[in-house]
């Protein structure tokens, strides 16, 4: 089955991919966002789920952080790791080149 990307829209910390599958016009919508809560520590946990279809498929555990600052360098973090395999919509260094 042939996948391509439709569409990539960053909305704060929630990323929408929508994908276009197959000859059957069929939309799949997958999702990946970055989840805060307490620990039982009372630390504040980090981690970076993926949806699809309305159910999560997979979650990555960043870490917990005591403090802002450390919050903060989580949060980043998991950013890169959504990031991570993404192609940009526009590949904006062909107009960097002097023609």
Known sequence: MLSQ????????????ICTLVGKS?????????IRKFKTGS????????WK???EVVKTVHVG??????????LLKKAQKI???GKR??????DFDKKS
Not at 5 to 16: D, Q, R
Not at 64 to 73: H, M, T, V, Y
């Open 5 to 16: 990307t439709y569409a990539n829209i960053k909305i704060s910390n929630i990323v929408i």
């Open 25 to 33: 016009g069929k939309i799949d919508v997958d999702m990946a966002f």
């Open 42 to 49: 009372g630390a504040t946990g980090v981690q970076v789920c």
């Open 52 to 54: 699809q279809n309305g």
């Open 64 to 73: 917990s952080a005591n403090s802002d600052i450390g919050l903060e360098k």
């Open 82 to 84: 959504m990031d991570e």
């Open 88 to 93: 940009p919509l526009f590949d904006l260094r």
